[in-house]
């Protein structure tokens, strides 16, 4: 299943930040951020994310060869 920016909405606007795995080529190792947000209009859509290397950030949505969404979920114990 690919990532698609309904399943992005759906998390930050329940309050569940994300991970986000990205993979711009099959050659390359892979980055993951913490999704918390989003920003969108007519034609584009950003994810708002708090990336380890760079602090708070934005990335256009696709801007990837690959991307996968690992949902966080905290229960009492």
């Known amino acids: 299943?690919?990532?698609q920016c309904y399943?992005?909405?759906e998390e930050v606007d329940s309050n569940h930040p994300f991970l986000?795995?990205?993979y711009t080529s099959s050659s390359?190792?892979?980055h993951t951020v913490t999704g918390v947000g989003y920003a969108g209009g007519?034609?584009?859509f950003y994810i708002k994310?708090?990336?380890p290397n760079d602090f708070v950030d934005y990335i256009l949505y696709g801007n990837w060869e690959y991307a996968d969404l690992v949902k966080i979920r905290a229960?009492?114990?």
């Open 20 to 22: 986000l795995g990205i």
């Open 49 to 51: 994310v708090h990336d």
């Open 28 to 30: 390359e190792p892979g």
């Open 75 to 77: 229960y009492e114990v």
């Open 7 to 9: 399943d992005i909405i």
């Open 42 to 44: 007519a034609g584009y």
């Open 1 to 3: 299943m690919s990532l």
